[in-house]
């Protein structure tokens, strides 16, 4: 498999796991007040999406990390700050939806590989749809 799709790949697999980690730290902020519900929904898709990810990246004999990136850590500020400030309540949702957007601009990219075997284009597909379902949901909610 070529390089480039292994690379994009374990990129959606960060992004899942950076997501995950964000809304890890606000569901901590929200105290049970809130928007609970939807960082709980949230972690849940995005821990599943790493999940998934990680079971076709292992099979090429590649790893990534559970780790994340450097933006865990820009996001775990971000959410403390805003919950220092205002609390965490619907005006942070256009934030969120901004967010996942570019979590389904990447998957765009990497759906556009010419290389993808059918069954990582068809989870792909499937994880895309769920975050464009996800965000359609959020916006239903917004103020």
Same mark, same amino acid.
């Given at each position: 498999m070529p390089n480039d799709l292994v690379?994009?790949?374990k990129s959606l697999h960060t992004d899942a796991i950076d997501a995950g980690n964000g809304y890890q730290e606000a569901l901590k902020d929200a105290e049970g007040h809130g928007l609970t519900s939807l960082f709980q929904d949230m972690i @849940? +898709?995005?821990r599943k999406h790493a999940d998934e990810l990680l079971s076709v990246i292992r099979p090429l004999g590649e790893n990534a990390s559970d780790d994340g990136s450097f933006m865990s850590n820009v996001h775990?500020?971000?959410i403390s700050i805003r919950s220092l400030l205002g609390g965490l309540n619907e005006s942070i949702l256009p934030g969120l939806i901004d967010g996942e957007k570019r979590n389904v601009s990447h998957y765009d990219d @990497? +759906?556009?590989e010419q290389t993808l075997p059918e069954s990582s284009?068809?989870?792909l597909l499937r994880q895309r749809d769920e975050l464009r379902s996800a965000i359609g949901r959020m916006q239903a909610d917004e103020p």
């Open positions: 690379t994009a790949l @849940a +898709l995005h775990r500020t971000i @990497a +759906l556009n284009n068809t989870l």
